[in-house]
Structures are given as C-alpha cells and as structure tokens.
Nanobody, 127 residues
Framework: QVQLVESGGGSVQAGGSLRLSCAASGRTFSSYVMGWFRQAPGKEREYVSAISWRSGREYYSESVKGRFTISRDNAKNTMILQMNSLKPEDTAIYYC????????????????????WGQGTQVTVSP
C-alpha cells in the first residue's frame, strides 16, 4: 500500500554528517507513524528514531539522541534523518518504515507495528 525508498547513504569519517531521505508513495494517507531502524553486521535490528506523521512529534533511541534529528515534509511525503557527529558504531544498513498504528498502545521502538519497509541504505563510518 505504501512504498518507501531510502536515499542518502554513504561513507564518512567519524564526526561527519549524513542526511538520509525516505520518499513515500501510494496510500500515504494511511501513514500514522514513520520511523528508522538499522542493522549492523552480526547484530539484531534496532530502533533508531520515529515521528508522528501528522503532529511531527519526535522519538529517539538513547544511542542517537542529541546527534540525530528526524523530520517530515507532509506535502512532499518525505521523511528526513539528519545524522551528525557520526560514530563507527553507527555503521549499519538503515531502513525506513511506515506504521498504521495509532494511540497510546503503539510503541514506536517495536518493529512489529511497522508493515511497510524500504530497501535500506548503507551507512559506513570510518574511525
């Protein structure tokens, strides 16, 4: 129903910045929450950040809080993840996702509430 395409990944040195974009198409009116997850080699997929599509309320994992900023442009159906002060441990494949879940019972760090996923984009941070 909702198609997602990530872009902006690449390789940078520690302390550098990258800007990831996620373009949504299809039934975007069904989007309530959109978020970012990442998976590093040999590790489990982990929650990074999320945003309420309509209100713009932001959520961050403890590992990226203060360094990453999530935002959205409703008119362009685009979600942005600005990543600053990157660390080698940020190296991973980053995925954007969409959820139709709403209300207080929806925990954005739970990957199971997301039913649409992008193809992923590689982020590599060198020491």
């Amino acid at each position: 129903q909702v198609q997602l395409v990530e872009s902006g990944g690449g390789s940078v040195q520690a302390g550098g910045s990258l800007r990831l974009s996620c373009a949504a198409s299809g039934r975007t009116f069904s989007s309530y929450v959109m978020g970012w997850f990442r998976q590093a080699p040999g590790k489990e997929r982990e929650y990074v950040s999320a945003i309420s599509w309509r209100s713009g309320r932001e959520y961050y994992s403890e590992s990226v809080k203060g360094r990453f900023t999530i935002s959205r442009d409703n008119a362009k159906n685009t979600m942005i993840l600005q990543m600053n002060s990157l660390k080698p441990e940020d190296t991973a494949i980053y995925y954007c996702a969409n959820s139709q879940c709403s209300g207080y019972g929806c925990y954005v760090q739970n990957s199971q509430i997301f039913n649409s996923w992008g193809q992923g984009t590689q982020v590599t941070v060198s020491p």
